[in-house]
């Protein structure tokens, strides 16, 4: 494993300080050491001002699970991202305050410190961006950040904490945000029976398992058989990190990136999620309207709306059938199967049971 260290300021104990200041470190933040997978691609460091810290990281993980932070107390961050379900919600639409319905699914939480864009149509480019988002939206905790700033610091809790990770027991609004996303960086998935497998334990998968990989990573063209998964789902993460028409809809209903950036070549285009503990993450795409994995592959074998606008050129001339008379996939039950049987090996247990990640 690499480990990335924050860097910290050399200081004294508490105890060389008995009667500190109200405000002011008593102690400099320790780094926080992440340990990263070796066969992960490079990371960036975390921005400069926002170092990760064992007292910032700490911080990040109480402000995730506070409830104080909706306007009626009722749902945090973590409610919309359980660490049993790889930090989704199981839901097609999630569930905001006073029963309100976010327009698109949550997004698993796991290996965003690899992302260069954040939400479905990468309307954030950091986590301390995107950390105000879901606080402020009306459909999820309906609150403004800084009404949220003064529950916590009324909260006996609150003060200290912030005064360990950030010097200053006066909470603002730029360090909630920051120990947030310090806190969701350290989410790090990469221990599942495919990792194992990747790791040279070949008897972690089956040899059923195996043959679902081969299939899922080769681009079929009449010559060899595949499933055509890893075109976009790549790599050890499982994405490349890019925005895709996958064809859900010849007219799509929500115009995902479009809305964003205003231009039509990027109707119907979502960020390409990584697959990694996917067979936790139902239901599945943007809008939850798939249910099941074999739902999803069998959208991918049968159903591509090939005439809709933007479609990613990785779906079209697509095609197991020697002939090159059809466009569908036309993989058989059993490929079918066994692709599933592979995307199951992406689960990582560590990381739902991790007591790092569960409610302080």
Known sequence: MLLLAAAFLAGCSPDADPIAPADGPVLPPKAYVLALPTRFPAVAAPP????????????????????????????????????????????????????????????????????????????????????????????EMHQSLGAGVARLQQLATYPPLFRAAFGSSTITEENVLKA???????LVSSNSRFDRYRRGERTA????????????????????????????????????HTFSNNGLDAIPPDLGLGLLTGRPTDNGKFRV????????????????RFTTLEQVVDHYNEHVALNSPNIDPLLLNTTNDPLQQSFTLDLTAPEKAKIVAFMRTLTDSTLIRDPRFARP
Do not use: K
């Open 48 to 139: 400069a001002n926002n170092p990760l810290t064992e007292p910032g990281v700490a911080l990040g993980r109480h402000l995730f699970y506070e409830t104080a932070l909706s306007v009626d107390r009722s749902i945090s961050c973590a409610s919309c991202h359980r660490q049993e379900l790889a930090f989704t919600d199981g839901q097609a639409r999630s569930q905001g305050v006073n029963q309100a319905r976010t327009p698109r699914s949550a997004m698993s939480l796991a290996n965003l410190l690899w992302e260069p864009r954040l939400t479905w149509d990468g309307a954030a480019a950091t986590l301390e961006i995107q950390a105000r988002t879901p606080i402020e939206n009306p459909v």
């Open 273 to 288: 999620p990584s697959l990694r503990n996917i067979a936790l993450t139902a239901p599945y795409m943007h809008d939850g």
């Open 180 to 186: 947030l996303a310090q806190f969701e960086r350290t």
């Open 205 to 240: 998968l089956s040899a059923a398992e195996v043959e679902g990989f081969v299939l899922f990573s080769t681009h079929p063209d009449g010559r060899q058989r595949g499933g055509n998964c890893g075109d976009c789902h790549s790599g050890e993460l499982q994405t490349n």
